[in-house]
């Protein structure tokens, strides 16, 4: 079965950092694409940021860019996702994301973590 565990989200105020952590298991963590989904109160579900396994590229949204960064520890089957220079707008429930391909799509998710920021 798979499991993700996502934990670090918090209060903040604008131009504070988090970090988000993910364990996982219950799969070949190195061998699928992971990420992060967040998904704000009425609004659609987006891909925040995703290490694909296909390409080994590391995709970011136009949002998010130059202010998070993922990352990942095989080791532990742990992704993280440091964000920095937080925003309003960046408050929204995070989700831990794993498939085949990235995407907002991404079949496999945790429970998720809430992040506010404060303005």
């Known amino acids: 079965e798979v499991k993700l565990v996502e934990s670090g989200g918090g209060l903040v105020q604008a131009g504070g950092s988090l970090r988000l952590s993910c364990t996982a298991s219950g799969f070949a963590f190195d061998g699928y694409a992971i990420g992060w989904l967040r998904q704000a109160p009425g609004k659609a579900r987006e891909a925040v940021s995703c290490?694909?396994?296909?390409?080994?590229?590391?995709y970011y949204s136009d949002s998010v860019k130059g202010r998070f960064t993922i990352s990942r520890d095989n080791a532990k089957n742990t992704v993280y996702l440091q964000m920095n220079e937080l925003k309003p707008e960046d408050t929204a429930t995070y989700y831990c994301?794993?498939?085949?391909?990235?995407?907002?799509?991404?079949?496999?998710r945790g429970k998720g973590t809430l992040v506010t920021v404060s303005p």
């Open positions: 290490l694909s396994n296909f390409d080994k590229s590391t």
């Open positions: 994301a794993t498939d085949t391909f990235c995407g907002d799509g991404m079949r496999y």
